[in-house]
């Protein structure tokens, strides 16, 4: 049977039965998943905010969305070992509604899918996976780093100092 277009995930283009809503079952098992075994939940914020930002029509609508997602992946991929407080410190300025221009994303988003982390079955295959395929997006949105960095910075040096 040939590949339909209504086979394809509309956010990260994974070629999958039942196109987007496929797609969206992949991350709902991969939840189920980690929240079933807790050793595969260590990356579990990171997983939420690559599938988000790999959807961002869906995930990142509006600006404190894509915010609250891109800065979860800035601060996963570049400031290891302090995420727990950087995050909470995030959630803390957005939920003060910032006035915030959202950022267009970048068509492509990244190599790997959700898919890849669902296909790792062993647990350091799936630590690999994820971190291969948050590397992945991040890189994919390049242009965006330096507006995701700004955007921790307002609140990582307050955040630091305590």
């Not at 948050?134 to 890189?139: F, I, L, M, P, S």
Request: net charge neutral; with cysteine; glycine share 6%.
């Amino acid at each position: 049977m040939a590949e339909t277009r209504a086979d394809r995930c509309s956010g990260c283009g994974l070629a999958v039965e039942g196109g987007t809503e496929g797609c969206q079952k992949l991350f709902d098992d991969e939840s189920a998943r980690e929240y079933g075994d807790m050793r595969f939940a260590a990356r579990r914020r990171m997983v939420v905010d690559v599938y988000c930002l790999q959807h961002p029509e869906r995930y990142c609508a509006s600006a404190i969305s894509m915010a609250a997602h891109l800065t979860g992946l800035c601060i996963a991929m570049e400031y290891r070992g302090r995420e727990e407080a950087l995050n909470a410190a995030i959630q803390r300025w957005l939920s003060r509604r910032p006035d915030l221009e959202r950022p267009t994303p970048p068509l492509d988003h990244g190599p790997l899918t959700i898919a890849d982390v669902r296909r790792a079955e062993e647990l350091n295959e799936h630590r690999s996976v994820v971190d291969r395929w948050a590397r992945g997006t991040w890189e994919a949105y390049a242009a965006l780093q330096p507006i995701a960095r700004e955007w921790v910075g307002r609140v990582a040096d307050r955040n630091l100092a305590r």
